[in-house]
């Protein structure tokens, strides 16, 4: 069962793992980061408390740390209570979900094994950005993706954006690196997967090129510029999402939700 202790002092060293979030140095992907996977507000928090990634501590405000009783119930971390004020001092700014739980990362699953246990995947190449990435991660679980393949350019996805933004549905959608790249995508191929590359220039209608496919893939790439020529190139095919006249694009998470609902209704042989 969790420890439940109270703090008053914004200093003190027990609340090492929660101080200055906003600082660069505190993302685990830039030098001096502690790799630590961050979560915010109950939902999440209970999400990862059901995760494979072991908890570290969590801090909060009395109401919301009795909102996680039946989770606590099962874990034995400490649970920092203390006022909003002084939760504010420790990470840098005014959090209004009221909660923070800190964990340790789980080890990734090796990509041949994510690979060989999927039937319907997101390979991504570019993507940057925090939020679309979590945003990626949580229409994938709502449409039943099985994993995330991450190519080159891609930030990280256990980042505290990124978990906040996917509801904590990263720590549930199983993720790897693809590499090399693009010859990662060749070794995908080699696994019996149909690899569609997603771009506004696509000859293909999304819908009806994945119909049929036993194994299917979907490239998505950065804000901007999308696939990269490589990326397409490597595909079976480059398909597009039909869309009104005037609209030439969305925005890569949009894009990646109607994808993912496309390769959810594609009924498989």
């Not at 939700?257 to 959810?264: C, E, G, I, K």
Request: charged share 20%; glycine share 10%; net charge neutral.
């Amino acid at each position: 069962m969790a420890r439940v202790i109270e703090v008053t002092d914004p200093q003190d060293p027990r609340l090492a793992d929660f101080r200055d979030l906003t600082r660069a140095d505190r993302r685990p992907d830039r030098p001096g980061g502690k790799g630590l996977v961050i979560a915010e507000g109950v939902v999440v928090v209970r999400r990862l408390l059901a995760s494979a990634y072991p908890p570290r501590a969590l801090l909060g405000t009395a109401r919301r740390i009795a909102e996680l009783d039946a989770e606590l119930a099962d874990v034995d971390v400490p649970a920092y209570v203390t006022t909003a004020e002084v939760m504010a001092t420790v990470v840098g700014f005014h959090l209004n979900r009221g909660v923070l739980a800190v964990a340790d990362r789980a080890p990734a699953p090796p990509l041949d094994a994510l690979v060989a246990g999927a039937r319907r995947l997101a390979v991504l190449e570019g993507v940057g950005d925090h939020e679309n990435l979590g945003a990626l991660f949580r229409n994938a679980a709502a449409f039943g993706v099985d994993g995330v393949l991450l190519g080159p350019g891609c930030a990280d996805p256990l980042y505290r954006r990124s978990v906040r933004v996917s509801m904590g549905h990263v720590l549930a959608v199983p993720s790897a690196r693809l590499d090399p790249w693009p010859g990662g995508l060749k070794w995908l191929r080699d696994q019996g997967f149909r690899l569609f590359a997603l771009t506004p220039v696509g000859e293909l209608d999304l819908a009806g090129a994945l119909a049929g496919a036993p194994k299917a893939a979907v490239l998505l790439g950065s804000e901007g510029p999308g696939l990269t020529a490589e990326a397409i190139a490597a595909a079976d095919a480059a398909v597009r999402i039909p869309m009104a006249a005037g609209v030439d694009s969305l925005n890569v998470a949009t894009a990646g939700a109607v994808a993912f609902y496309a390769l959810s209704t594609v009924r498989v042989p």
